[in-house]
């Protein structure tokens, strides 16, 4: 499913999600790179990625799951299922597929499906534990060095 919509900021707000006086498009669809990656049947690692804005249903339908009613904790993995679209050049993403993940690269998505349904943006504030200085680092994007 792939949702392009323009944003409509209230008034008041429009100060810098306005370029050329025309609305920002609301971003549906984030890149993410897993830090170990998925490994397939064939030993073939799949980092890169892309994980779509979760709808009401995406929350709704796997609390009907036999599984989720069973193991509180597979919740994760049926929701994270259902808001994956690709891994690598795998595209069927099912519960068995977020299963294999190493437990890394699970709470990794766990914590990306977070920050874009809840805020929105994949951005995180972090600070320099050396110089203190403050900055943004995106995790969606890059490899361990990169920023």
């Known amino acids: 499913m792939r949702r392009t919509v323009q ?9 810098g999600r306005e370029s050329a006086g025309r609305p920002e498009p609301l971003r549906t669809e984030f890149a993410f790179d897993l830090p170990r990656g998925y490994v397939d049947e064939s030993g073939t690692v799949h980092r ?3 994980m779509r804005l979760a709808t009401a249903r995406d929350e709704l339908v796997p609390l009907r799951d036999d599984r989720v009613r069973e193991n509180s904790a597979y919740l ?3 929701l994270i299922s259902r808001v994956v679209t690709r891994i ?3 595209e069927d993403i099912h519960p ?3 299963e294999d993940l190493f437990a890394s690269d699970l709470a990794f998505l766990q914590d990306f499906y977070r920050r874009i349904n809840a805020e929105g943006h994949t951005r995180a504030a972090v ?3 050396s110089c203190k ?3 943004a680092v995106d995790l969606a994007g890059g490899r361990l060095g990169e920023s």
């Open 133 to 135: 200085e403050e900055f």
């Open 48 to 50: 890169s990625g892309v």
């Open 76 to 78: 994760s993995v049926v």
């Open 127 to 129: 600070s320099c534990p």
């Open 96 to 98: 068995g597929i977020i």
């Open 88 to 90: 690598g050049t795998v």
């Open 7 to 15: 944003f409509q900021a209230p008034q008041g707000e429009s100060a």
